[in-house]
């Protein structure tokens, strides 16, 4: 029998067979569903009050001259797609988060408080292999 | 699937993260060793940390047993055992082959990932770091890369030539990002925004800062500043800040990744034509694309590219930052040139879709 597992000339064994990718995550447990189910109930109660409000929103604004809307203040409420287009939605974020660098680099930036001034440190260390 | 996944969490468990502190609470920011280079984290609300940091964990760990030619239980060093063949990859692996060959056949061969011979036979064979910086033995004769017309992927079937050694470099890292960024935002519930970087290599998913994210594009190797301890107390010279709303942005670089070897000074970004270390005008070049498997592909295509690196961006249609050997900044296809200037990336993507075998949809 163990003639049948031998491969032919030109054949090779498959990595991994029979196994799931190493990649994929495993299916969720039930646990998680109900979560999910919960959550998902949870935002569909925040889109009706949300619907709600933004129906009295637009009949108020019918109803009365629109005052201007201060800046800045988008409501993280839009899609993402859109909020990503237009780059509002999110926080306000003041300082570099990452430095895009050459294949190996990394500049890491911390910043520290001294005798009460904001210091920002970047260090520059190359990295060991690209992969 | 249990030792699999055993190996996962062990290689995931090697290399604790390190909050990271920017300036900003709004955001939380840490960073961990991975794939050879620095893996960073960027995710709002801070509170989704946790999860992110774990979903990264397991999307790299799976990336490093699939592609790492320098880990020897990896599935791509499994390939190279073999003289050519038939083969069935992961899923993993699979997307990463395919992206690469998209990668190839968009940039008209100038990435292609069937350099691995040539860079083995450059030296470069083994981890940076155990490289002999200054080999004095003669360079043997260069090895153009036998081009990626001859491999063969039909869904997760691979057909490799005897001889054909695979390299993944010029769109592994971008694919990391991307996949780690997607499944950040599947672990948070698609709410919020999350932005990976591994090695220099950004994307981004979800909903951004408002008015995008704040990256800092990195200035020239060897000229950023710094002092003898590596550190810019003042920012001089290391680039310039950009804000990315969307999509993704890569670095690529022949100032960091050397060695010499006969006297001739090498590097990793070898042309697939001559299987020489690329020799063009451009030192560093910035590209942002939609997705950052596409942003990592173009920028090594622009080094390669050398002269006509310009030409090939701008019918492209990609925002780019070209940095010279002597310092020479070129902006090209709405890369801002001010500080804090927007990048918008086209709304198309030619190498990578953003969606991975395993739903990592963004």
């Known amino acids: 029998m163990d003639a049948d597992r031998e491969y032919r ?20 447990p039930r646990r998680d569903g109900v979560r999910h189910a919960r959550r998902m109930s949870n935002w569909t109660l925040a889109a009706l009050i949300a619907g709600t409000g933004a129906a009295t929103v637009a009949l108020a604004h019918h109803a009365f001259p629109s005052v201007a809307t201060a800046a800045g203040s988008s409501t993280t409420a839009a899609t993402g797609g859109q909020a990503a287009v237009n780059g509002t939605g999110g926080p306000q974020v003041s300082h570099a988060v990452a430095t895009t660098s050459g294949s190996g680099a990394t500049v890491t930036t911390t910043t520290q408080t001294v005798n009460g001034r904001t210091v920002v440190v970047r260090t520059v260390h190359p990295a060991y292999h690209d992969n | 699937m249990t030792t699999t996944m055993t190996s996962v969490r062990e290689r995931a468990a090697a290399a604790p993260w390190r909050r990271v502190y920017t300036g900003d609470q709004t955001v939380a920011v840490a960073q961990r060793d991975a794939l050879g280079t620095t893996a960073r984290l960027a995710v709002w609300p801070p509170d ?31 390939l190279y055992r073999r003289s050519g063949g038939l083969f069935m990859l992961s899923d ?31 030296g470069y064979d083994r981890d940076l770091v155990t490289i002999d910086p200054d080999r004095r033995d003669p360079l043997p004769a260069p090895v153009p890369a036998p081009g990626w017309r001859q491999v063969r992927l039909d869904g997760p079937l691979l057909h490799l030539p005897a001889g054909v050694r695979l390299d993944l470099g010029a769109t592994a890292k971008g694919l990391g990002s991307d996949r780690a960024a997607g499944a950040v935002l599947a672990a948070t519930g698609h709410t919020g925004g999350a932005l990976i970087s591994l090695g220099g290599d950004i994307a981004t998913a979800g909903i951004p800062p408002r008015g995008g994210w704040p990256i ?40 960091y990744r050397s060695w010499r070897r006969a006297g001739r000074v090498m590097h990793h970004i070898v042309d697939p034509r001559t299987g020489l270390p690329a020799d063009g005008p451009w030192q560093t070049a910035s590209v942002a694309a939609m997705t950052c498997a596409d942003a990592n592909a173009a920028a090594t295509a622009a080094i390669v590219a050398g002269g006509h690196a310009v ?24 890369w801002p040139e001010q500080d804090g200037g927007h990048i918008e990336v086209p709304q198309r993507s030619w190498v990578y879709a953003g969606t991975g075998p395993c739903g990592g949809a963004r």
């Open chain 2, 216 to 255: 800092l594009a990195a200035g020239q190797s060897g000229q950023d500043g710094a002092d003898a301890s590596g550190t810019d107390p003042a920012g001089a010279g290391l680039g310039q800040l950009v804000r990315l709303p969307r999509g993704a942005v890569a670095t690529s670089s022949i100032g």
């Open chain 1, 9 to 28: 000339a030109g054949q090779v064994p498959l990595p991994g067979f029979g196994e799931p990718d190493a990649g994929c995550q495993p299916a969720p």
């Open chain 2, 311 to 334: 030409d090939w961006l701008t019918d492209a249609g990609l925002p780019a930052r070209l940095v010279s050997h002597g310092g020479q900044v070129r902006y090209l296809g709405g």
């Open chain 2, 48 to 78: 989704h940390a946790d999860g992110a940091m774990a979903a990264v964990d397991a999307v790299l760990a799976a990336l490093d047993l699939q592609a790492s030619r320098f880990r020897p239980d990896s599935e791509i060093s499994w």
């Open chain 2, 92 to 122: 993993g692996l699979a997307e990463a082959v395919r992206v690469a060959l998209e990668a190839a056949r968009w940039t008209g061969g100038l990435t292609d990932p069937t350099v691995g011979q040539a860079l083995i036979s450059l």
